[in-house]
Nanobody, 119 residues
Framework: QLQASGGGSVQPGGSLTLSCVAS????????MAWFRRAPGQEREFVSG???????YYADSFLGRSTISRDNPKNTVYLQMNRLKPEDSAVYYC???????????????WGQGTQVTVSS
């Protein structure tokens, strides 16, 4: 089970840090990722981190976000900076044996947390 939190409403240029706590899985053996889905759009990859701490980012988030994990806390984080209105979406965390850009290989999904960027 994955439990995502940390979403909210921010102004353009602001920052948010999302958190996702895992339970019932061997967290340290899984890659973790964040996806997002905006209204009327497909779910898209945002960022991922392997079990060996290698990180991956979608081009739109490269340079303005940081993914990290704390294995003793079974938690993955996504710090997002310089947020834009087009970043508004429901953000989901997911777990898989390795990082995939596509959504289908992920075995576990969180319930999603809403991020709204608006002035």
């Amino acid at each position: 089970q994955l439990q995502a939190s940390g979403g909210g409403s921010v102004q353009p240029g602001g920052s948010l840090t999302l958190s996702c706590v895992a339970s019932g899985l061997a967290f340290n053996t899984y890659a973790m990722a964040w996806f997002r889905r905006a209204p009327g759009q497909e779910r898209e990859f945002v960022s991922g981190i392997s079990d060996a701490y290698k990180t991956y980012y979608a081009d739109s988030f490269l340079g303005r976000s940081t993914i990290s994990r704390d294995n003793p806390k079974n938690t993955v984080y996504l710090q997002m900076n310089r947020l834009k209105p087009e970043d508004s979406a429901v953000y989901y965390c997911a777990a898989a044996p390795k990082v995939w850009v596509g959504a289908s290989p992920y075995e576990y999904w969180g319930q999603g947390t809403q991020v709204t960027v608006s002035s």
